[in-house]
């Protein structure tokens, strides 16, 4: 499958934790950046943690210290661990290569839902 492939998504009360995985056939996957993106209801999608080849990363403002990305190049897979999740986290969840202009890996999104 050319499309990232989400999970892990769940409803979770505030302060608990979800790991996301997203997994994808293609070969780029360990030459690319990697990164993770989720967009709530009625908003526009936002880059929530990167992580590029050499395994360096950056996070939005509001998951700094919270939110964790990680790669596995051998499994084609990116991880998202999300700990102290709040109400504000609640959007589908997806993966992308953000160096690359093209729809085409977007795949269903994972939901992650926290309730207060």
């Known amino acids: 499958h050319v499309r990232f492939v989400e999970s892990g998504g769940d409803l979770v009360q505030a302060g608990g934790s979800l790991r996301l995985s997203c997994a994808t056939s293609?070969?780029?996957?360990?030459?690319?950046?990697v990164a993770w993106y989720r967009q709530a209801p009625g908003q526009q999608r936002e880059l929530v943690a990167s992580?590029?080849?050499?395994?360096?990363?950056n996070y939005t403002d509001s998951v700094k210290g919270r939110f964790t990305i990680a790669r596995d190049n051998p499994k084609n897979t990116a991880y998202l661990q999300m700990n102290g999740l709040k109400p504000e986290d609640t959007a589908a969840y997806y993966c992308?290569?953000?160096?690359?202009?093209?729809?085409?890996?977007w795949g269903q999104g994972t939901q992650v839902t926290v309730s207060s």
């Open positions: 992308n290569f953000p160096t690359i202009a093209t729809n085409i890996y």
């Open positions: 992580i590029d080849t050499g395994g360096n990363t």
């Open positions: 293609v070969s780029i996957f360990s030459a690319r950046p």
